[in-house]
């Protein structure tokens, strides 16, 4: 049977095992009834690229994708991973990389963020890192109230990351290492062009020692993406290019870190990676043509 034979509500069924990617592919086949079913669910996708295409614009983002891990490096573990043999592995661009990630279809719930306990038990004793703390009701009522207060809006995945000791340290990533490091603070211009943005500090990620913080629009838009820096204050950098683009929104970047980290760790201390990961892996770095 013909997909555009098919009445409306039995087309919309099947878009719900799609991810948005290719629910995108199948509108393009301009067949109208098709199209027309395609194009709601299209929204939040086409938002997103405009956001994305906007932050680019206002930061730089030369440095918005970094790979912890070789392309050799998981070419070498390619069974490990669970590659096939005939597939071939490629680094991903930024846009490729971030396109690719949303398969995980972020919601601001962390859904993706999944129990391994034992895995993190493991993980954390190689490690040693101390377990990541929560921030306390009242440090988060704060920091709602002063974002109301500003005009802008903090992620809800962020509040429901730091409210949760359990999905914390679900990240492998030690108290050191993430953790909110002081309140809102309000960007100087000369970072974001005079935009009137405030920021969220975070200690430095366990990997590339680079300052992350989260940047939030003031206004109408209300926006927010993932900044990094060489130094450890926005005061200190001297030139817009010393501040740039890490990630188009905070689950983004908190995937992203999460998952490399995870196959840092795998890979180095040679443990078997959990079907996540390997579903991380393959979607990323596999270029099946």
Request: net charge negative; aromatic share 12%.
């Amino acid at each position: 049977m013909a997909l555009d034979s098919l009445p409306r509500e039995l087309l919309l069924m099947i878009t719900d095992y799609l991810l948005p990617t290719t629910i995108e592919s199948l509108a393009l086949t301009f067949n109208k009834q098709i199209t027309l079913t395609c194009l709601p669910l299209l929204q939040r996708l086409f938002a997103r690229r405009r956001h994305a295409k906007r932050m680019a614009s206002m930061f730089s983002a030369d440095n918005c994708w970094r790979s912890s891990e070789t392309i050799e490096t998981i070419e070498q573990n390619r069974e490990k991973l669970g590659i096939p043999a005939t597939s071939k592995i490629g680094e991903p661009t930024e846009s490729e990389y971030f396109t690719r990630l949303q398969y995980l279809e972020f919601k601001e719930d962390l859904h993706w963020l999944e129990p391994r306990d034992e895995k993190s038990a493991e993980i954390r004793a190689f490690s040693g890192y101390a377990l990541v703390l929560p921030l306390e009701a009242n440090q988060l009522d704060d920091l709602r109230a002063e974002a109301d207060a500003l005009g802008i809006t903090i992620p809800p995945s962020f509040f429901k990351l730091f409210a949760d000791k359990t999905l914390l340290n679900r990240l492998n990533i030690g108290r050191g290492c993430f953790a909110v490091d002081g309140g809102i603070r309000k960007v100087p211009a000369f970072i974001d062009n005079g935009n009137q943005g405030y920021s969220i500090r975070l200690s430095t990620t366990p990997l590339d020692f680079v300052h992350c913080s989260i940047y939030m629009e003031s206004g109408n838009q209300r926006a927010h993406c993932m900044l990094g820096k060489l130094h450890d204050s926005m005061d200190e950098a001297t030139a817009n290019e010393e501040v740039y683009l890490e990630a188009y929104s905070f689950e983004e970047w908190l995937a992203m870190t999460y998952f490399n980290v995870w196959l840092w760790y795998v890979l180095n201390y040679y443990q078997e990676p959990e079907e996540p990961l390997r579903e991380y892996v393959r979607r990323i770095y596999v270029r099946d043509e």
